[in-house]
């Protein structure tokens, strides 16, 4: 870009100021909506990177504007014209700068935006974890209780079998008990009956040894009686 300086002030810094202002109130009008943008939300803040890029842009085109004004009114060779140009170069200087400190505010706070919802991601993201975590202790915690709960239901049931083995063992044992006592009392009539049949078997031989001795004195009786007869 040709630089020189006509008339007293130089109509090419003047093209420079103008296009410097034209930035700085675009950038301007760039920083509020990206501001207004940033309060409309209630989550803190929508981010827009083109405007804020493009505010950013502008900004650092003004500075790269004010760099070359502040050369060329160095140049002026009037002392009035020269004071003049340095105090409008340096307020375009500063506002650029005051610009600048809102955009840089305003990405600082974008940043933290982005870091929290970054934060709460992940916390989030542990929280679930860990309370998937915790589901998994308790469904294994659950499954271990259904498998107490399903040996004690099985060990109650051995019981009741075991119970019901010993008490039909204790009624055989009782029946058993009384067939013995049965038996016992037969054995005993068996064996008094024995007895009975042995006495009277002796009788009976008694009694056939008696019958024959009087047969046997009957025939000596009548033997001598029909002797002293003849």
């Given at each position: 870009?040709?630089?020189?300086?006509e008339?007293?002030?130089?109509g090419t810094?003047?093209?420079i100021?103008?296009s410097a202002r034209k930035?700085?109130?675009?950038?301007?009008?760039?920083?509020?909506?990206?501001?207004?943008l940033?309060s409309?939300?209630s989550?803190g803040?929508?981010?827009s990177?083109?405007?804020s890029f493009?505010?950013?842009k502008?900004?650092?085109?003004?500075?790269?504007l004010c760099a070359?004004?502040?050369?060329?009114w160095r140049?002026i060779?009037?002392?009035?014209q020269?004071?003049l140009?340095?105090?409008?170069?340096?307020?375009?200087?500063?506002?650029?700068?005051?610009?600048k400190?809102?955009?840089d505010?305003?990405?600082?706070?974008n940043q933290?935006r982005?870091?929290?919802?970054?934060?709460?991601?992940?916390?989030?993201?542990?929280?679930?974890?860990?309370?998937?975590?915790?589901?998994r202790?308790?469904?294994?915690?659950?499954?271990?209780?259904?498998?107490?709960?399903?040996?004690?239901?099985m060990?109650?049931d051995s019981?009741s079998?075991g119970?019901?083995?010993?008490t039909?063992?204790?009624?055989?044992?009782?029946?058993?008990?009384?067939a013995?006592?049965?038996?016992?009392d037969?054995?005993?009539?068996v064996?008094?009956?024995?007895?009975?049949?042995?006495l009277i078997?002796?009788?009976?031989r008694?009694?056939?040894w008696?019958?024959?001795?009087?047969?046997?004195?009957?025939?000596?009786?009548?033997?001598?009686?029909v002797?002293?007869r003849?």
């Open positions: 870009m040709a630089m020189t300086i008339g007293g002030g130089g810094l003047s093209a100021y103008q930035l700085l109130l675009k950038a301007r009008d760039g920083i509020e909506r990206v501001e207004r940033e409309s939300t989550n803040g929508l981010d990177p083109e405007l493009a505010v950013k502008d900004i650092s085109q003004i500075q790269s070359e004004m502040d050369r060329l140049s060779a009037s002392k009035p020269r004071d140009w340095k105090r409008k170069v340096e307020q375009v200087a500063e506002e650029a700068e005051s610009l400190e809102s955009l505010r305003y990405f600082a706070r933290r982005m870091k929290e919802a970054q934060e709460r991601a992940e916390l989030l993201g542990r929280a679930n974890g860990e309370s998937s975590h915790v589901l202790i308790f469904d294994e915690e659950a499954q271990a209780m259904q498998s107490v709960q399903n040996s004690k239901r060990l109650e019981l079998t119970s019901a083995i010993l039909k063992y204790s009624e055989q044992r009782e029946r058993l008990k009384r013995q006592r049965k038996a016992l037969v054995l005993n009539t064996g008094l009956s024995n007895s009975v049949l042995r078997e002796r009788r009976n008694v009694d056939t008696i019958k024959y001795f009087g047969m046997g004195v009957t025939i000596v009786i009548l033997y001598f009686f002797s002293w003849g």
